[in-house]
């Protein structure tokens, strides 16, 4: 494949309709659409603007302009007045073949495109194109290989030689670059509002940005967005939660191409949030302005901060758990301009601190001005006031070719713009403080062992609870994980159940967020979900910090305060949610009743949005009480932790939740469902997206 690829004629119309294939079927996909829809904004004259994935139609569309020019001129040479039935014959999109009178395929004219294996006339063009593109860009010197193995590096450099030293090297110099901005002066500045397949609000600005991998040393990218993500006391995710406005934020770089990146910053939206979308877009330029007025200490502190985290995580990074996505990574990474000895470290590692550099960036290219922002929604458009409007107003939408997603544009007002050119004016926003949870101790609790334990070994067992450890004795990193699950009959008992549970876990994470958010950010993770057995509650990440984090987590569980503005925010977001489960791709919801049939604890979307409408935050109460009353524990706790340490974490969970144990009945484990022997079976349903 990579020495000498085939091309073969026959395969053409094959390869076609499978490019074909694979772009219908994510035709009703909202990252896609979207995706797709920013590029078509974007400069007609660009790289960036064209259509990346391909279909049969862009495939085709030169073979089929040529055969057209050599019909018509084929047809006018023969003395007729007109080409000859082109208008009126052929179909507008090119999947009939017209004659071309005296050539080679006229015995095969009546043949629609890809019927014949080589594609027909247009498809012997495109794969011409191909060839020739091959010949043209297809070049060793331009290529990046990565080999992972077990093998000696000698074993694996003869590999290399062998399977490699066949591709071609035209001496083509470098790959080109494109350093212009694919942003022009009209697609910035302005709002897209586009509609949605699936159910969710948001509101996304994004910047063109220099490219990043040349700026590895500062990544200068990377430390706006942990100001503008950060999701502590004081943060812009703070401010809007508060609000009412927003379910989530994020904000990061984008990969764009070779000589220009993105950076993005995403907000989740509530209906108020989608309302106020206007006040939502001026917080985010807030934020901004605050940024630019940070004093010099505050910069140099945060960034210290960072390249302190990056290179611990560097030094206690752990194996990918995929090593062809590792080593697909790693080859794009050595095609950047990082030094030989960097080239496994200069992606994550952030060496030094350029207060110019990033002040420029804030004022050269992350401005109100060189942005340009997405609005998107399913519904909701009728009622909405678009910026720079006093009262709703009829919308005029177009359609973006390839997807045909909907939108409209909006100039976003000078005044608007003016305003957020100047300073911060909301006294909620603050830079985010010192890290509590970056770790100071990492020092390893080593103890040499004959041989690893295969497992971990059962220490407890009691009424309330169980207790699993085991002590890293191989890999020898200062990191632990702790695995709690709290065990109830009642977590999945009903569809009712169900959704309160759910509820209750999303707004533990969700007052949580705040305090937890600079563990994350110290690479200490947590989650709190529900299993169809009981509530989970995992940390994972530094051990030197673990408990302090556990206890609080432990606390929330424990005494929630289910505030009814939050609950409502939740509650509409987990609506979304299971109407959602239907509008995905036909294959993830087959699976999931693939699930349902087999579970007598798994409840469909419709049953569970039932029980939602009815549920209040007093529901949600007393599910908690009812659920905490009795409890069984099973604990599995790993890593850095000595088994003194392990046996307190477990006492701690008994002592904060304080439940009684559950009787031996109301232990029995979660079970599937067994189908009769040569049973066959068949669960039919529609799909609710008509057009999937």
Excluded at 347 to 370: G, N
Excluded at 459 to 466: D, L, V
Excluded at 595 to 623: C, F, G, M, N, Q
Aim: hydrophobic share 35%; aromatic share 8%; net charge neutral.
């Amino acid at each position: 494949f990579f020495k000498n690829p085939l091309f073969s004629p026959s395969c053409t119309a094959r390869e076609l309709k499978a490019v074909d294939s694979e772009h219908k079927k994510n035709l009703q996909n909202d990252s896609r659409r979207i995706s797709q829809l920013s590029k078509f904004l974007s400069r007609p004259d660009h790289q960036w603007h064209k259509f990346g994935p391909g279909n049969k139609e862009s495939l085709l569309a030169v073979g089929k302009a040529k055969l057209k020019e050599a019909s018509e001129q084929a047809v006018l040479a023969a003395g007729k007045s007109k080409p000859y039935g082109l208008l009126k014959d052929v179909d507008p999109k090119g999947y009939v073949t017209p004659p071309i009178p005296g050539s080679a395929a006229t015995s095969r004219s009546s043949s629609p495109f890809l019927e014949e294996e080589d594609g027909g006339v247009a498809g012997r063009e495109t794969r011409r194109r191909l060839v020739e593109w091959w010949e043209g860009h297809y070049c060793a010197s331009r290529m990046k290989l990565v080999i992972l193995g077990k093998e000696s590096l000698d074993e694996l450099t003869n590999m290399a030689v062998r399977s490699f030293s066949a591709v071609p090297n035209r001496s083509l110099g470098p790959a080109p670059r494109f350093e212009e901005s694919p942003f022009g002066p009209e697609s910035t500045g302005v709002i897209a509002y586009a509609k949605t397949i699936i159910d969710f609000k948001a509101i996304a600005v994004v910047w063109c940005v220099p490219w990043q991998p040349p700026l590895y040393k500062v990544k200068p990218v990377n430390l706006i967005s942990y100001f503008i993500g950060h999701e502590g006391p004081g943060s812009l995710h703070s401010y809007l939660k508060n609000k009412g406005w927003a379910t989530r934020l994020s904000a990061g770089p984008v990969s764009g191409a070779p000589g220009f990146d993105f950076f993005k910053v995403t907000t989740g939206l509530t209906k108020e949030g989608f309302e106020n979308h206007a006040e939502v877009l001026k917080s985010i330029y807030s934020y901004l302005s605050l940024l630019r007025s940070t004093s010099s200490e505050e910069l140099h502190a945060t960034q210290d901060e960072i390249i302190k985290l990056s290179n611990i995580f560097f030094r206690y990074r752990e194996k990918s758990s995929s090593p062809s996505t590792y080593v697909s990574c790693l080859s794009e990474r050595i095609s950047h301009p990082y030094p030989r000895e960097k080239v496994l470290s200069a992606s994550s590692v952030t060496e030094e601190c350029d207060e110019a550099m990033i002040r420029d960036y804030l004022d050269k290219y992350i401005t109100p001005r060189q942005g340009r922002v997405m609005m998107m929604a399913r519904e909701g458009w009728n009622d909405l006031k678009v910026v720079g409007e006093d009262k709703a107003s009829e919308k005029v939408w177009s359609k973006e070719p390839w997807y045909g997603t909907e939108y409209f544009l909006k100039q976003i007002p000078e005044q608007m713009l003016k305003e957020a050119e100047g300073p911060n004016t909301i006294s909620e926003l603050a830079i985010p403080k010192r890290n509590m949870f970056v770790p100071d101790n990492l020092d390893v609790d080593k103890k040499e062992v004959a041989e690893p334990l295969k497992r971990p070994l059962k220490i407890i067992e009691t009424a309330k609870s169980t207790l699993w450890y085991k002590k890293d004795d191989q890999f020898w990193v200062p990191k632990a994980n702790v695995h709690l699950l709290i065990t109830s009959p009642l977590i999945t008992l009903t569809p009712k159940h169900n959704v309160a549970s759910r509820l209750y876990v999303n707004l533990i994470r969700d007052s949580l967020t705040e305090f937890a958010y600079d563990a994350v950010l110290a690479g200490l993770s947590y989650d709190v979900g529900i299993h169809s057995e009981g509530v989970t509650v995992v940390l994972s990440g530094y051990n030197e910090k673990l408990v302090v984090l556990l206890k609080v987590v432990l606390d929330k569980i424990k005494d929630l305060e289910v505030k009814e503005d939050r609950f409502n925010v939740l509650k509409e977001k987990l609506r979304q949610e299971y109407v959602n489960v239907a509008l995905g791709q036909p294959y993830h919801t087959s699976d999931y009743y693939a699930r349902y049939l087999l579970s007598p604890k798994i409840w469909t979307p419709a049953e569970k949005l039932e029980e939602l409408d009815s549920l209040r935050p007093e529901d949600v109460k007393l599910h908690m009480r009812e659920l905490l009353a009795r409890t069984h524990i099973q604990a599995l706790v790993h890593g850095n932790l000595i088994k003194d340490e392990a046996i307190e974490i477990v006492k701690l969970a008994e002592d904060t939740l304080g439940s009684r144990a559950l009787t031996a009945s109301e232990l029995i484990l979660d079970r599937s469902l067994l189908l009769p022997e040569s049973s066959n079976y068949v669960l039919q349903l529609d799909v609710p997206n008509k057009n999937d």
